[in-house]
């Protein structure tokens, strides 16, 4: 596992961008089954507006960038995820100014900042249930691609609990939750970025 440093966390979250950007109508479509069809455009207005900040700065510190990013998604997405990512990179970025070689301890604090605001447990058909496995990955030692994708596709068989989803209750299951699969591309850009190595 590597540290992370301005430019390796800036590139991440630029990749995270890039994928929201590429699957944007991918995600409003899943969000269209058992949400409000909106999670895709959402997502890119917030990560447009991310990566316009992160290219506008000059960073000394990786929390810097975290938490700008943070403010800019915050700012931009609406519904449940804005304040959702919001709440995790700025969780993230209190705990890498403490220490920025802790992976771990950085996903962790996450975690504990969408659990705290969305107040979302496993197995409710959430990010959470993409984020927590990561979390525990880490914690055995190293996280792989394939480990996030497998969290994903799991929300399938998943009914939802929380938020829009909820309403469908049955009819949520065989679904993927829109949230699991923005929260897997987050992930998926930290290990193409060799932050973490498989």
């Known amino acids: 596992m590597n540290v992370l440093t301005v430019d390796n966390t800036k590139a991440w979250l630029e990749r995270f961008a890039d994928k929201i950007e590429t699957n944007k109508a991918y995600l409003s479509e899943l969000d269209s089954v058992i949400g409000d069809g909106d999670h895709g455009n ?9 990566k316009e900040k992160l290219s506008e700065e000059d960073y000394a510190q990786p929390e810097e ?3 700008d990013a943070s403010m800019a998604l915050l700012s931009k997405i609406g519904g449940a995820s804005g304040p959702l990512y919001g709440s995790a ?5 209190k705990q890498a100014g403490q220490d920025s070689a802790d992976l771990h301890a950085i996903i962790k604090a996450g975690l504990e900042g ?3 605001r969305g107040k979302a447990e496993v197995g409710e058909k959430t990010m959470v249930d993409v984020w927590s496995p990561v979390v525990e990955h ?3 030692g190293t996280v ?12 399938k068989e998943l009914k939802a609990s929380k938020g829009r989803a909820s309403y469908l209750g049955e009819r949520s299951l065989g ?5 699991a699969v923005s929260s897997g591309f987050l992930f998926e850009a930290m290990i193409e970025g060799e932050i973490i190595d498989e």
């Open 138 to 140: 880490l914690a055995e």
């Open 144 to 155: 792989t691609i394939e480990d996030v994708q497998d969290s994903v596709e799991a929300t």
């Open 42 to 50: 959402n997502m890119a207005r917030g990560v447009k507006a991310m």
């Open 89 to 93: 990179l700025l969780a993230m970025s």
């Open 114 to 116: 969408i659990t705290k």
């Open 175 to 179: 679904e993927l939750d829109p949230g």
């Open 65 to 67: 960038v975290l938490k």
